[in-house]
């Protein structure tokens, strides 16, 4: 089996992405979900930057975006990877409860 893209679950809230990681579960998906809690982390991962400085992942398949995210908002970190040459085709979608 060739190698699948992960997803990027960004989400602060533990209930919200409770319920998100469920919803992908029934679905059946065999993808890697990935989940960071604030938009500079988010940030971080698609860019092999700080913690994930060692990463293999080739960018996720989609990144599920909470709006209301602290230290970097949603809206920035769409603003930020939009504006970035190598991220700026990454699926997006945003998310808020």
């Known amino acids: 089996m060739r190698d699948l893209r992960p997803i990027l679950l960004v989400e602060d809230n ?23 809690r604030d938009g500079a982390e988010a940030l971080d991962y698609l860019r092999c930057e700080g913690t994930y400085a060692d990463a293999q992942h080739g960018g996720p398949v989609v990144v599920l975006l909470d709006l209301k995210l602290p230290k970097i908002n949603g809206l920035e970190v769409l603003e930020a990877v939009r504006k970035d040459p190598a991220l700026s085709s990454t699926p997006i979608v945003m998310l808020t409860s």
């Open 14 to 36: 533990p209930k919200d992405a409770e319920l998100t990681l469920a919803a992908l579960a029934r679905c059946q998906l065999v993808n890697e979900v990935t989940h960071v």
